[in-house]
């Protein structure tokens, strides 16, 4: 995915969606084919599934390290999902920035409205929710990808029920369809493309340095 050459990373790109929407599997396609986004690593209180690095697919920690987060202040945005606690660190946005990267919040919607009420400037947020094609798509997914135990599951459709409802605090919406995910893929590249030739105050006033447009010309 292209940059304009005037562009400066600034982006955080909060994607929500129930789970069992295929968000990761859309947001790991995403960060492969541009290497200018960075998708932040959560920390969590939950257990690691099978296959689940720390570090990498979150910070796994203790709900006591988890609260030490909490006080000292370092979270952009923390939430209880399923009995669990998740949350975004600061540094991660800033350590984005400084690699000159945008950067992906795979967050559930109570966290991305926190970031929507704050103002992040020097960076801008944009919001998308993914949805799956319908709600029996999504009880398929879950039950078959056996993570998490039958309660479990039901906990997770009914929170998916209420976080449909939140989609109003969104910019746009993407459909991630059945065996079909690089057409989400495509369509979020579209919205972060769009989002990048945003002209805004910082632009108007660099354009003509930036072009190398003088008082002589
Ligand atoms: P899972 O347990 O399936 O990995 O994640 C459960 C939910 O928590 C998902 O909707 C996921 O997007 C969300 N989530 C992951 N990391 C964060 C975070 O840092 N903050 C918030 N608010 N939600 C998160």
Redesign the pocket.
Known sequence: MAKTPLYKPDLVIVI????GSG?STVIDALCKADETLRE?V???T?KPRRNEVDGVD?HFRSKSEFERHIAQGSFL???E??G?F???LKSEIVAAREAGKDTI????V???LQIRAQDLSPARSLFIFIIPPSFAVLKKRLRRRKTETESEVNKRLAIAKSEILEIKHYDYWVRNPQNAVQEAVEQIQTIIAAERSRIDAELIETINPLLGIDKTD
């Open positions: 929500s969606g129930p789970s968000k932040s959560s920390v969590t939950r979150y945005e923390w939430a999902y399923g669990n998740y949350g975004t919040l795979e967050i559930e109570q966290g991305a």
